[in-house]
């Protein structure tokens, strides 16, 4: 099974911070790799596919980057509704897809 | 508007069952695989079924092989997941998620619906 790390864990940012978040599979996934931001209470939702393909109505200040086993999602200049816990997803093994643990990210 | 809307959730004791429910609407059901993904209180997501839109092709995870079973009504535009010989550990809010293929190589979630709370306890 493909296992999905991600780190840090949790981070403290303020708003306008740029953010980045690393997320590493276990083997190469080439760029099948999804990251969906969850807030309290709330479903999930697709911000970035393949790796680095922006979702629709997603703002630009979302990016994805990566291959192989080292992605990255970075955020630039954070926004008050930004603050939420992101994940990595995996889809190489499709359809059994594997979710990284998860970033939070809350307001300094 | 494309909606999944999931139902059926709620308190089962140890061993017992319980049978979740996704509607959808605002899209060609039949056209789309399925999948359930659950959350544990203050954990992470874990995909846990998928079904192919014709039902043919049928996936689950470890954690639950054996004990679930995924299916769907396209007539009735539906998702299912019976759940038996439930533990606590299956705590925990389910989601149904659509599955999208794009250009047959890329696959993602990218309609969720806002989950059914299940609580396993005696």
């Known amino acids: 099974d493909i296992q999905m790390t991600q780190s840090p864990s949790s981070l403290s940012a303020s708003v306008g911070d740029r953010v980045t978040i690393t997320c590493r599979a276990s083997?190469?996934?080439?760029?099948?790799l999804n990251w969906y931001q969850q807030k309290p209470g709330k479903a999930p939702k697709l911000l970035i596919y393949?790796?680095?393909s922006l979702q629709s109505g997603v703002p630009s200040r979302f990016s994805g980057s990566g291959s192989g086993t080292d992605f990255t999602l970075t955020i630039t200049s954070l926004q008050p509704e930004d603050f939420a816990t992101y994940y990595c997803?995996?889809?190489?093994?499709?359809?059994?897809?594997?979710f990284g643990p998860g970033t939070k990210v809350d307001i300094k | 508007e494309v909606l999944l809307v999931e139902s059926g959730g709620g308190l089962a004791q140890p061993g017992g069952s319980l049978r979740l429910s996704c509607a959808a609407s605002?899209?060609?059901?039949?056209?789309?695989?399925m999948n359930w993904v659950r959350q544990a209180p203050g954990k992470g997501l874990e995909w846990i079924s998928y079904?192919?839109?014709?039902?043919?092709?049928?996936f689950y995870a470890d954690s639950v092989k054996g004990r679930f079973t995924i299916s769907r009504d396209n007539a009735k535009n539906s998702l299912f997941l019976q759940m038996n010989s439930l533990r606590a550990e299956d705590t925990a809010v389910y989601f149904c998620?659509?599955?999208?293929?794009?250009?047959?190589?890329?696959?993602?979630?990218?309609?969720w619906g806002n989950g059914t709370t299940v609580t396993v306890s005696s």
């Open positions: 393949a790796a680095s």
């Open positions: 998620a659509r599955y999208f293929v794009l250009r047959g190589v890329y696959y993602y979630m990218d309609v």
């Open positions: 083997q190469s996934i080439s760029s099948y």
């Open positions: 605002g899209f060609t059901f039949s056209s789309y695989e």
């Open positions: 079904i192919s839109s014709r039902d043919s092709s049928i």
């Open positions: 997803q995996q889809s190489y093994s499709t359809p059994r897809f594997t």
